[in-house]
């Protein structure tokens, strides 16, 4: 049996009105949002206890997790875990800087290596991450929570 990647697993069935309850993901949106926020401070208290690959990582998925709540207060669900395709696959109501895109890309790297010895060709993976590569995530990580917290904020947004 062949396991599927993340990317591959289908969402759940609609509900007997065609639809995945937006109301109900529109409400989750602030779950998803908080722990975000959450996970950005976990960021910063790994980068702050020189555990850089542990800093990256959870910049990551506070970003990740940001999107998707920005996603679930428009109505819809997201799938995956690559947050540049997160980004771009909002509505078009949602103007997504390019830069903001470019910033996801660099999170995206830091999903599976700064946990995993085997996506480095030698070494654990803490020591391939310092104090560059988890100011730069959590910067951006920072960039991104603070453009959802903006359109969430905004008309669009619940």
Do not use: T
């Amino acid at each position: 049996m062949k396991a599927l990647r993340v990317e591959e697993i289908p969402p759940p069935p609609k509900n007997s009105a065609g639809n995945r309850g937006e109301e109900q993901l529109s409400n989750r949106a602030m779950d998803w949002f908080r722990q975000a926020e959450r996970d950005l401070e976990q960021a910063e208290d790994s980068r702050r206890a020189g555990r850089h690959e542990w800093a990256c990582f959870a910049a990551q998925q506070a970003a990740e997790k940001a999107v998707k709540a920005l996603h679930l207060s428009l109505g819809q669900e997201a799938w995956g875990r690559v947050i540049a395709r997160l980004l771009q696959e909002l509505p078009d109501l949602v103007s997504v800087p390019q830069d903001l895109i470019e910033k996801a890309r660099v999170l995206d790297n830091f999903y599976i290596p700064p946990r995993y010895p085997n996506s480095h060709p030698a070494g654990a993976p803490f020591e391939h991450y310092g104090p560059l590569q988890s100011e730069e995530a959590i910067r951006y990580a920072r960039e991104i929570l603070a453009f959802v917290r903006a359109q969430m904020a905004g008309p669009g947004g619940r």
